[in-house]
């Protein structure tokens, strides 16, 4: 079985992103890049599957500037078997990418899909589920546990209320939630081994992709801020507050 | 404008989302019409159709809408969607798995978790963990929208008299199917519509000393909440998660107990009127957002709070 395994470069979940002072875009020139952590998710649970002996292969693809090659060598640090990046310096939706994973499945025919539910930059949560009405694939999103048997996917979901379990035919798309597992790090020995496994590079347009963005991002700013408020000297003055200045309970 | 607007139900009843959703709608301007898909849903479809400002329900009742699978629900409301200016969904776990899957068919991109109308085809979105605040223009003829609920009031659940039409889609992809759930099942109120949130952070240390906020959440009519890092150890299920990646909360007071404040839990409670921060920590960053912050223990705190109200 193969999996095919998407990942994106994205500024690190550590740092505190701020608009431009002229609010035409976010200021992210030297803020520090990580691969997306639901994406690093999606590798370890593709790598797991591969250990357990199900799985075969594991391709990993990114959909990005040049630089996103770090972060498939990061998958392929992880245990990803090869890569391909589709470089692109724009900044792409989810449904130009999701038409770019499309593409790339016809050539590689995986049997999986398994990628990040959303990414921590665009926070979109689109682009697995837009895969699956691409390619009539069906989707177990935000998923927690994941098991492969007699050509089906049974994959349970974190959702508002609690989990649901779906059985999925395959091939089927996973979009990887929290708890689905704990990414490992990777071995020194890996990394050195991950910059020898081949990477190959194409673009949207050799895959026949139209990447023109749909939405314009108008403005960005910084949400109201809060102030902060007072410190109570214990519960007696906290509960005294509450009810006779804030009024929030009584 | 023609707005079709995505019900949240479950067959019985009409899940409270749906009235934000509406409210959305209203700001957008133009007919509102409500789809109910399900199975056995009719008592859902009548509730929709009492929904103030609602012009007419749309029912599809059919067995491969039973569990609204994405796969089969999307091809509905892409086979409906065509005919309308704009479609919302709530931003709830299962708009955002149908949404752009129904969106990709009708080949638009969608515009997640909007927070505000600014006109027809101009709304506003929080990205990165809401450290910021987008103003986004969609050129799609369609407009496909996830609607955060805290953002909108909801509209009045009575008041309105909507024709319900039957309709008799029946599609069905056949490559998924349901095969079961674990509902958490509480007597308190829903996280995402509480008035009152308290939540509890790794500072809890285990699942059974989520006991102390249960008490005091019984005291107030309050739900219960947890911070990422309380799921992730396996204090309490992931349904009660706060933050980015899990429920997003506006209640009038929000205490949050022994959560130190990561952007990530932020960004799903900083619009709380009234924040209350309870840890021992007094660098926490929760203090920063606080307006009521209180260094204490909360093995000491947390009682006498109960012991109080």
Same mark, same amino acid.
């Given at each position: 079985?193969?999996?095919?395994?998407?990942?994106?470069?994205?500024?690190?979940?550590?740092?505190?992103?701020?608009?431009?002072?002229?609010?035409?875009?976010?200021?992210?020139?030297?803020?520090?890049?990580?691969?997306?952590?639901?994406?690093?998710?999606?590798?370890?649970?593709?790598?797991?599957?591969?250990?357990?002996?199900?799985?075969?292969?594991?391709?990993?693809?990114?959909?990005?500037?040049?630089?996103?090659?770090?972060?498939?060598?990061?998958?392929?640090?992880?245990?990803?078997?090869?890569?391909?990046?589709?470089?692109?310096?724009?900044?792409?939706?989810?449904?130009?990418?999701?038409?770019?994973?499309?593409?790339?499945?016809?050539?590689?025919?995986?049997?999986?899909?398994?990628?990040?539910?959303?990414?921590?930059?665009?926070?979109?949560?689109?682009?697995?589920?837009?895969?699956?009405?691409?390619?009539?694939?069906?989707?177990?999103?935000?998923?927690?546990?994941?098991?492969?048997?007699?050509?089906?996917?049974?994959?349970?979901?974190?959702?508002?209320?609690?989990?649901?379990?779906?059985?999925?035919?395959?091939?089927?798309?996973?979009?990887?939630?929290?708890?689905?597992?704990?990414?490992?790090?990777?071995?020194?020995?890996?990394?050195?081994?991950?910059?020898?496994?081949?990477?190959?590079?194409?673009?949207?347009?050799?895959?026949?992709?139209?990447?023109?963005?749909?939405?314009?991002?108008?403005?960005?700013?910084?949400?109201?801020?809060?102030?902060?408020?007072?410190?109570?000297?214990?519960?007696?003055?906290?509960?005294?507050?509450?009810?006779?200045?804030?009024?929030?309970?009584? | 404008?023609?707005?079709?607007?995505?019900?949240?139900?479950?067959?019985?009843?009409?899940?409270?989302?749906?009235?934000?959703?509406?409210?959305?709608?209203?700001?957008?301007?133009?007919?509102?019409?409500?789809?109910?898909?399900?199975?056995?849903?009719?008592?859902?479809?009548?509730?929709?159709?009492?929904?103030?400002?609602?012009?007419?329900?749309?029912?599809?009742?059919?067995?491969?809408?039973?569990?609204?699978?994405?796969?089969?629900?999307?091809?509905?409301?892409?086979?409906?969607?065509?005919?309308?200016?704009?479609?919302?969904?709530?931003?709830?776990?299962?708009?955002?798995?149908?949404?752009?899957?129904?969106?990709?068919?009708?080949?638009?991109?969608?515009?997640?978790?909007?927070?505000?109308?600014?006109?027809?085809?101009?709304?506003?979105?929080?990205?990165?963990?809401?450290?910021?605040?987008?103003?986004?223009?969609?050129?799609?003829?369609?407009?496909?929208?996830?609607?955060?609920?805290?953002?909108?009031?909801?509209?009045? @659940?009575?008041?309105?008299? #909507? %024709? +319900?039409? !039957?309709?008799?889609? *029946?599609? &069905? $992809? =056949?490559?998924?199917?349901?095969?079961?759930?674990?509902?958490?099942?509480?007597?308190?109120?829903?996280?995402?519509?509480?008035?009152?949130?308290?939540?509890?952070?790794?500072?809890?240390?285990?699942?059974?000393?989520?006991?102390?906020?249960?008490?005091? @959440?019984?005291?107030?009519? #309050? %739900? +219960?909440? !947890?911070?990422?890092? *309380?799921? &992730? $150890? =396996?204090?309490?299920?992931?349904?009660?998660?706060?933050?980015?990646?899990?429920?997003?909360?506006?209640?009038?007071?929000?205490?949050?107990?022994?959560?130190?404040?990561?952007?990530?839990?932020?960004?799903?409670?900083?619009?709380?009127?009234?924040?209350? @921060?309870?840890?021992?920590?007094?660098?926490?960053?929760?203090?920063?957002? *606080?307006?009521?912050?209180?260094?204490?223990?909360?093995?000491?705190?947390?009682?006498?709070?109960?012991?109080?109200?």
């Amino acid at each position: 079985m193969k999996i095919l395994v998407a990942v994106k470069r994205v500024v690190d979940y550590n740092v505190k992103v701020r608009p431009k002072s002229d609010g035409t875009d976010v200021d992210i020139a030297n803020a520090k890049m990580s691969i997306n952590p639901f994406c690093e998710i999606a590798v370890e649970e593709a790598v797991r599957l591969k250990e357990k002996g199900v799985a075969t292969e594991i391709v990993a693809v990114s959909m990005g500037p040049k630089q996103s090659q770090e972060q498939i060598r990061t998958a392929m640090a992880l245990g990803a078997d090869r890569g391909i990046l589709v470089e692109s310096d724009d900044a792409l939706e989810p449904l130009a990418v999701a038409k770019c994973l499309k593409a790339i499945i016809a050539n590689e025919s995986p049997d999986l899909v398994i990628m990040g539910k959303q990414s921590i930059d665009g926070d979109n949560n689109q682009t697995g589920q837009m895969l699956g009405a691409l390619t009539s694939m069906p989707q177990g999103t935000f998923a927690s546990e994941v098991e492969i048997a007699d050509g089906k996917a049974k994959v349970t979901r974190e959702i508002d209320g609690g989990l649901q379990t779906v059985e999925l035919t395959l091939p089927a798309i996973v979009t990887t939630d929290l708890r689905l597992n704990e990414p490992r790090y990777a071995s020194l020995p890996n990394i050195m081994k991950a910059k020898k496994k081949p990477l190959d590079t194409t673009t949207p347009a050799d895959l026949g992709v139209d990447t023109a963005p749909r939405v314009q991002t108008l403005k960005v700013e910084p949400p109201a801020e809060r102030q902060a408020g007072i410190k109570v000297a214990d519960v007696a003055e906290l509960v005294d507050k509450l009810k006779n200045e804030a009024k929030v309970i009584s | 404008m023609s707005i079709l607007v995505i019900a949240e139900h479950d067959n019985a009843s009409l899940n409270g989302a749906t009235l934000n959703v509406v409210a959305a709608a209203k700001a957008i301007g133009g007919d509102i019409e409500v789809l109910v898909a399900g199975s056995d849903c009719a008592a859902a479809g009548e509730a929709a159709a009492k929904v103030d400002g609602v012009a007419k329900v749309l029912v599809a009742d059919n067995a491969a809408f039973a569990h609204q699978l994405a796969e089969n629900v999307s091809l509905l409301v892409a086979e409906i969607g065509k005919n309308y200016t704009h479609i919302l969904f709530p931003a709830t776990t299962n708009g955002k798995n149908v949404a752009p899957r129904a969106a990709a068919l009708l080949d638009v991109q969608a515009i997640s978790d909007i927070i505000s109308v600014e006109s027809a085809d101009t709304f506003k979105r929080p990205v990165y963990a809401g450290n910021v605040i987008a103003t986004v223009q969609s050129s799609d003829a369609v407009k496909v929208l996830t609607v955060r609920g805290t953002a909108f009031d909801p509209v009045p @659940a009575e008041g309105g008299s #909507a %024709a +319900v039409e !039957a309709l008799s889609s *029946a599609d &069905d $992809a =056949g490559t998924s199917s349901f095969v079961g759930e674990e509902l958490a099942v509480s007597d308190r109120p829903d996280l995402t519509a509480a008035s009152i949130v308290i939540s509890g952070g790794r500072g809890m240390q285990n699942g059974d000393n989520f006991e102390m906020l249960y008490k005091v @959440a019984d005291k107030l009519g #309050a %739900a +219960v909440g !947890a911070s990422r890092a *309380a799921v &992730d $150890a =396996g204090f309490v299920p992931n349904d009660m998660q706060v933050g980015q990646t899990g429920k997003i909360v506006a209640p009038d007071l929000y205490v949050a107990v022994g959560i130190s404040g990561a952007i990530q839990h932020l960004a799903g409670m900083k619009d709380s009127k009234v924040i209350v @921060a309870i840890n021992k920590d007094e660098e926490a960053p929760i203090f920063q957002v *606080a307006d009521y912050g209180l260094v204490a223990d909360l093995f000491d705190a947390v009682p006498e709070l109960e012991s109080s109200l």
